[in-house]
């Protein structure tokens, strides 16, 4: 199980949402299969509908 703040502690040089958005699919890339959202991105520029937006970046992996 992947959960969102592992990720944004594992890279804490992320700058904005796309940046998350890139770390996620490698992860999901490494063989994750799970995610999970315990923490909101803090980013500015973090849109609304984060969640579906990474949602869908983790399954999209390629």
């Known amino acids: 199980m992947l959960y969102l703040s592992k990720i944004l502690i594992a890279n804490q040089?992320?700058?904005n949402f796309d940046e998350l958005k890139d770390a996620v699919k490698e992860f999901a890339r490494q063989g994750e299969m799970?995610?999970?959202f315990d923490v909101k991105p803090p980013f500015p520029d973090t849109p609304s509908d984060w969640e579906d937006?990474?949602?869908?970046?983790?399954?999209?992996r390629y």
Do not use: D, G, Y
Not at 53 to 60: K, P
């Open 13 to 15: 040089e992320l700058q």
């Open 34 to 36: 799970f995610l999970r």
């Open 53 to 60: 937006q990474l949602e869908a970046t983790f399954n999209s």
